[in-house]
């Protein structure tokens, strides 16, 4: 028997890695702003499902506020074409494994990241035949779970649940009161929770 109607996806150590392109944007954003450009990948991906200001107390908590509206600023205008145009690395199986479950569920993205970026990643590898809808916080200035809670609504989602790939997207989830499954092939942890270990494994737990 069918567990849910619908599945709502995180994007980043969920269905793909965009963290070399986004170290390159950052870093080049950085400069701009007269800081040194030393961000790496390991630093960066410990970063992926935070807002934006959450990054900045990170990375570069002596950043003022100047220096962060312009970094801000920067990144929105260029990682949206610099995304769409190199794409990241999808993990193993997003396209077959997505084209399987949306003949069963209704299929949605929810991010905190900043507005343009999901449609960068639609641009970059057209997957957004697959997906009814999507949210972020750079559009709704929401935090997650109340954008996970906010698509559920308008959607008129019976029986959703969330995967993500961190304990943050775990507490989202709850918050926004929908079941949660652990992307644990992704960046971070989540405890005491059905746990995906590998994008093929989706189709079987939902």
């Known amino acids: ?3 849910y109607d619908s599945i709502i996806f995180d994007l980043d150590g969920t269905l793909w890695d965009s963290v070399e392109c986004v170290v390159a944007i950052w ?6 702003a007269g800081i040194e450009p030393t961000l790496g990948y390991d630093e960066l991906s410990r970063c992926m499902g935070l807002r934006i200001e959450q990054i900045f107390d990170r990375v570069i908590p002596q950043a003022t506020q100047q220096q962060r509206d312009m970094i801000k600023e920067t990144c929105t205008k260029t990682e949206q074409s610099y995304l769409a145009q190199r794409g990241g690395v999808l993990y193993d199986k997003v396209e077959e ?3 399987a479950l949306k003949k069963t569920h209704r299929l949605f993205i929810v991010s905190n990241c900043q507005e343009g970026y999901i449609r960068a990643f639609y641009k970059a590898h057209g997957l957004d035949k697959y997906f ?8 709704t200035g929401r935090p997650k779970g109340e ?3 906010l698509i559920a609504d308008r959607s008129g989602l019976k029986s ?3 995967i993500g790939d961190t304990i943050m997207d775990q507490t989202a989830a709850a918050e926004a009161g929908v079941d949660f499954i652990h992307a644990a092939y992704g960046f ?3 405890e005491n929770c059905v746990k995906a270990q590998s994008f093929e494994d989706i189709p079987s737990l939902v």
């Open 97 to 99: 494994t997505l084209a």
């Open 27 to 32: 870093n080049n954003a950085l400069v701009k």
């Open 147 to 149: 954008n996970i809670r």
């Open 188 to 190: 971070g942890e989540a």
């Open 1 to 3: 028997m069918q567990k």
């Open 160 to 162: 959703p649940v969330y």
């Open 132 to 139: 009814e809808d999507f949210e972020c916080a750079g559009r």
